[in-house]
Structures are given as structure tokens and as C-alpha cells.
């Protein structure tokens, strides 16, 4: 984060929580600048291995291996959906990785400075080292008035990144695993070995709802197969519901596995099925979370640091902040040539922030 002349603040928000223990541990058993470089490369690249093989393997198995025998005559339509699925992740995911690099300050600021009201643009640009052509107004006595001073005359308290060594914006957060100024950051995400950003939030979002459903679609066939296969296998002594429980529950499944009462395919659709409905189940949360941040014109960040209005009036304005224009078409294929919607408002309360308290 940038460092201010107030100090910084320590974070509130569970996943900055857990990334500042883990860069503190870190930190002591990784002495070297190189070690910490290698370990944050490590935690970054295997959080997204676990992630693309998690959110694809498992849903793809359950539909291939149980498509055909849950659902004869029926199988191509599982079949179709699943290649839809699968294309949504991967295209989201290349975008998501395509455009993290607009979330850096340095682009907002250049392509949507022009949003910005003359004496505010005119004085951030300057702050920061841009090259700008000062007006001046020249008074009935002869003299000359600076016309590029700013309405917001708190500005001149702009948080100044020495990391960057520049004058950022206050709703932007320099990240200590990135090493640049994000714009509007929601988190680092470990699992995209980078930042969730205004640039790439859609992409984001739209592969949570993707999983989620993935998941959810492999989990159902599982457990229809589970349920019906029920019928051919029975074993008197411990009776239909206790092995209908058996085949549902993954540690009971493997017990009946161990002892020689199930079946091995039996227990990896059990064990895949309740893998699938708890990823599925984070998935959902994180989604729905997300959205209500983003309905709240906030990000995580400031939904657990509520220092600043939030963004645009309406929940179709903050949409399109995010998705751009038709925002619901996003869902069926990632729109990525359509750039984000900002109006002067909600560009002055991104790139001048002033503090609820001022």
C-alpha cells in the first residue's frame, strides 16, 4: 500500500489479513530479496496450477464418466454444455491475465483523465510529472490568475508511493507482490498469480459463476448415479439406507471401500461429488460477495475500509463500470473490446477521492 502521511493503516479484510501474515513469515524465513522473489513466484504459479486443475478436472470428469450412464440418449447435451463451460474458463481466464496489466494507475489516469473537471485533471497530471499547458486569466489590473488551481483544495494531500515514486490516486493500493499502484484493487488474488483490478474484474467474476456451475453440474451427476445405482448393489445386513448414506458420504464411502462392501468407482464419484459441491459452494459465496460489493459501487478493499463514497448512482452505472455496456452479455462470451463506462462523477470520485471525513 502507499505510504501516507497519516501511516498505514493495518488491514481489516480477511484475505489482506492472511496475505500480510503470510508476507511477515515469510519475510523472517526468507531473509534474501531473491528467496522472497523465488517464494512469492512458487505461492503465485502453484495457487493457479491448483486453481485451472481444480475448477476443470474434476467437473469434466463427472460429466464425461457419468453422462453416458446417468443419462442414455441424453449424454450430448452434457456433453455441449460442458465444452461451453470449458471454453467460458479458459477465454475468461486468458483475458483476465491479458488485461491485469490496465490496472495500473498510469492507464487510468491517461485515458480518462479528460473525465475530470479542467482544474482537477489539470493538477494531478501535473503531480504526477506529466507535460500540461498551464492557462492563466489575466486580470483588469494586468496581472495573471492561475486558472488550473483545483476546486478540491485537499488535494494537495495526494498520497505519494515510494515504491513507484509518484503521486497516486487515493482509491489506488500499491501491491507488494505485483510491485506497481493498482487502481481500485479488490485483492491480490493468489490463484490468478495476480491483481483484481478495475481492468479485469468482469473476466473475474464471470469465471467465479462458471465454476460454481461446472461444479455444481458434475456434482448433480454424481449423485444422480449414486442414487440410482443403488438399486444393483445391496448388502442385506446393513440395509438400503445406510448404504444410500454409504455411497453419498465420502468417509463413510471409503470405509465400505476399505472393508470390501463398495466398490472403487463407486467411492472416487463419492469423494469427487463432495469435492465438487465444496468447491462449487465456495465458488457460489465468493460470487455472490463479489457482486455485492460491486452492486454497493464498492470493492473488497473498500467494503473492510469504507473511507470513500462509493461509485456512480445506480446499480446499472456500477455494472457498466465493471462489464462495460451490455454488461449480462458478458456471461456468454467475454466483451472484451468493450471498454469501461465512467462518468465524470464517478471518474472524479475514483481519481480525486476525498475521504468520507474531509
Known amino acids: 500500500m502507499a505510504d501516507m502521511a497519516s501511516g498505514e493503516q493495518?488491514?481489516?479484510?480477511?484475505?489482506?489479513?492472511?496475505?500480510?501474515?503470510?508476507?511477515?513469515?515469510?519475510?523472517?524465513?526468507?531473509?534474501?530479496?531473491?528467496k522472497r522473489r523465488l517464494g512469492m513466484f512458487c505461492l503465485n504459479y502453484f495457487g493457479t496450477f491448483v486453481m485451472v486443475v481444480g475448477s476443470t478436472i474434476p467437473p469434466f470428469t463427472a460429466l464425461y464418466s457419468l453422462a453416458e450412464i446417468a443419462f442414455p440418449g441424453y449424454d450430448w447435451i452434457l456433453w455441449y454444455i460442458s465444452y461451453f463451460i470449458f471454453a467460458q474458463l479458459w477465454m475468461n481466464f486468458i483475458c483476465f491475465w491479458v488485461y491485469h496489466k490496465n490496472n495500473r494507475v498510469k492507464y487510468w489516469i491517461e485515458n480518462y483523465n479528460h473525465l475530470l473537471p479542467e482544474p482537477e485533471r489539470s493538477y494531478i497530471m501535473a503531480k504526477r510529472g506529466d507535460k500540461i499547458v498551464i492557462k492563466t486569466t489575466t486580470n483588469s489590473d494586468g496581472s495573471e490568475e492561475d486558472d488550473n488551481q483545483p476546486l478540491l483544495t485537499d488535494l494537495e494531500a495526494l498520497p505519494y508511493c515510494t515504491k513507484c515514486d509518484n503521486v497516486i490516486p487515493r482509491r489506488s493500493h500499491h501491491c507488494k507482490v505485483c510491485d506497481v499502484c493498482v487502481l481500485r484493487k479488490d485483492h491480490h488474488c493468489f490463484l490468478f498469480a495476480t491483481c483484481v483490478g478495475l481492468a479485469n474484474e468482469r473476466y473475474f467474476l464471470v469465471y467465479l459463476f462458471y465454476v460454481a456451475l461446472a461444479c455444481f453440474i458434475g456434482a448433480a451427476c454424481a449423485l444422480y448415479w449414486l442414487y440410482f445405482e443403488l438399486n444393483s448393489f445391496n448388502v442385506g445386513f446393513i440395509g438400503n439406507s445406510l448404504l444410500r448414506f454409504s455411497k453419498i458420504h465420502p468417509l463413510v464411502c471409503v470405509f465400505f471401500w476399505v472393508i470390501g462392501y463398495e466398490t472403487f468407482f463407486n467411492t472416487f464419484i463419492s469423494l469427487t461429488m463432495s469435492a465438487l459441491y465444496a468447491m462449487g459452494g465456495m465458488a457460489t459465496g465468493y460470487f455472490g460477495f463479489e457482486m455485492y460489493y460491486l452492486l454497493n459501487g464498492q470493492t473488497m478493499h473498500d467494503f473492510y475500509h469504507p473511507n470513500f463514497y462509493p461509485d456512480g448512482d445506480t446499480a446499472s452505472d456500477r455494472l457498466r463500470l465493471v462489464f462495460g455496456n451490455y454488461w449480462f452479455l458478458n456471461f456468454f462470451f467475454p466483451l472484451f473490446w468493450q471498454k469501461t463506462v465512467m462518468t465524470p462523477s464517478m471518474a472524479k470520485n475514483i481519481l480525486c477521492a476525498i475521504p468520507k471525513e474531509l
Not at 13 to 29: N, R
Request: charged letters at 25%; hydrophobic letters at 30%.
Open 10 to 34: 493495518p488491514p481489516r479484510d480477511p484475505i489482506s489479513m492472511c496475505f500480510h501474515e503470510v508476507m511477515y513469515y515469510g519475510s523472517m524465513v526468507l531473509k534474501s530479496e531473491k
